[in-house]
């Protein structure tokens, strides 16, 4: 039987940033902490195998996925000591006191800097990687590993985007094309490719703070007199943190380190280690949420909702992503968009939501005009990531003309300027990738309604 992921989100009640969540499974919390620039989106599948033994709890980490990003201080990026607190402060509005925790890369960088600093808030550590940079490494690392990351308005950066997503898994750093550089095991896994890129335009230019503080971050394991919970540090054959295994030195009572063949091995003996070492008699996690927004969990899946519970449900167009709601309403994504699931009755699931809201009426858009076979191009994610661009023209040529492709006199529309800045072809561009060929059966049903109400 499959474990069900949730997502929620949570507001600091200190600072007010929103944090997004995953949780999935039972028993004692597991904080789980991504690696950069990726969001928690990537433990999906290790957390519907873990949470047989655990509640993972899954946080975006600041800037990444659907959290709010650190603010700056005195006009400077946050460091890792600030993104180590800011999980104590999650910690702190879930009500947890203490829990096992597991990191991956620059997961593990977040996590072994917050038990330094509250060594009290953890059971133990399981790790995967753990950078020791050399003074050469971190001069060819520079700022070339964190380049500025902005949209352009014919969406070159795409371009640089997919190559450097994919080129990551052929050398590390992903510009070092020495022959020494290679890695073992490159792929061109166009779903893992695809959900990097999606990560990566959800932090935009974000990612180079929570990225950099890594980078930036002292790699001292605690003294071997420290009193820290345990910590287990492997890596696999094919990891480019392999070699740091044996770079790590002295480290504290209960601290061990060693590496391992496979990633399924790395992920066995984690799971292992954090069993042997966890307090079985917590086995109560509370889930804490917003009020005003969240997922709702129904039978195929997951809808993203914001507003007032008891307002009106306003549903969006095809191919695009709920707005803001005003007061009295309710917005959501609609299935197979922005941050819903997809789901196979398209009637049915929108009389679920409206119930499970208490919406007092159901406010449907008119689809818009056009050939849904052409409104919708494909955008599966292909080997040489053209699905973007074909996105992000599509973003550009609907300012122009309506349908976007009857590129004529008889077919212009008035210009608007603003829809051709950079971040709003960006957006827009986002709610397509995202939608897919859902897109295409939103709008038929909407046509299958024969003119449904505005």
């Given amino acids: ?21 995953r949780c999935c499974g039972n028993g004692p919390a597991l904080l789980m902490i991504h690696q950069s620039p990726r969001s928690s989106a990537e433990y999906e599948a290790l957390m519907r195998q873990w949470g047989e033994h655990f509640t993972c709890i899954v946080p975006d980490t600041p800037g990444f ?21 800011a999980l104590c402060e999650f910690l702190d509005a879930m009500g947890i006191a203490r829990c096992p ?7 593990g960088i977040i996590l072994v800097t917050a038990v ?16 020791i940079w050399t003074d050469e490494e971190m001069q060819i690392f520079g700022e070339r590993y964190l380049p500025e990351f902005h949209p352009s308005g014919f969406g070159e950066h795409l371009a640089w985007l997919w190559n450097r997503i994919l080129e990551q898994s052929w050398v590390f750093p992903w ?24 990560d990566m335009l959800n932090a935009g230019n974000h990612y180079r ?39 790590l ?24 280690f954090l069993i042997e070492q966890y307090d079985a008699s917590a086995t109560t996690v509370r889930l804490v949420e917003d009020t005003n927004q969240g997922w709702l969990a129904l ?38 968009h922005g941050q819903s699931d997809q789901f196979s009755d398209l009637e049915s699931v929108i009389e679920a939501i409206a119930t499970a809201l208490d919406a007092t009426e159901v406010i449907w858009p008119n689809p818009p005009a056009g050939d849904p076979a052409l409104l919708y191009p494909d955008l599966e994610p292909d080997r040489f990531g053209q699905y973007l661009q074909r996105a992000w023209a599509v973003a550009r040529a609907e300012v122009f003309f309506e349908p976007w492709y009857e590129v004529n006199d008889l077919h212009t529309i008035p210009i608007d300027s603003a829809k051709l800045a950079p971040h709003s072809l960006q957006s827009r561009t986002n709610a397509r990738l995202r939608a897919g060929s859902n897109a295409r059966r939103w709008h038929e049903f909407l046509l299958s309604r024969n003119g449904a109400p505005t």
């Fill in 1 to 21: 039987m499959t474990v069900a992921i949730t997502r929620h989100m949570l507001t600091i009640p200190k600072t007010g940033r929103r944090v997004h969540y």
């Fill in 65 to 85: 996925g659907q959290s709010d990003p650190l603010p700056q201080v005195n006009g400077d990026d946050p460091e890792i000591n600030d993104f180590a607190d």
């Fill in 101 to 107: 925790a597991y990191g991956f890369h620059s997961g």
């Fill in 116 to 131: 330094k600093r509250h060594p009290e808030r953890f059971e133990c550590l399981a790790i995967g990687g753990y950078g």
């Fill in 175 to 198: 510009f070092d094309t020495r022959e020494k550089a290679r890695l073992p095991g490159p792929h061109t896994k166009l779903a893992k490719i695809n959900q990097s890129v999606l």
């Fill in 209 to 247: 703070a929570g990225y950099g503080a890594v980078l930036r971050a002292p790699r001292d394991i605690p003294d071997t007199n420290a009193k820290v919970p345990p910590c287990l540090i492997t890596a696999y054959d094919g990891d480019p943190l392999q070699e740091h295994i044996d770079r």
């Fill in 249 to 272: 030195g002295d480290m504290p009572d209960g601290w061990s380190a060693k590496k391992v063949k496979t990633e399924a091995d790395h992920e066995s003996v984690s799971l292992a």
């Fill in 299 to 336: 039978k195929e899946g997951l809808i993203h909702w914001k507003g007032e519970r008891g307002g009106k449900l306003i549903l969006h167009a095809p191919a695009s992503e709920m707005r803001e709601p005003g007061p009295g309403e309710i917005t959501i994504d609609l299935p197979g």
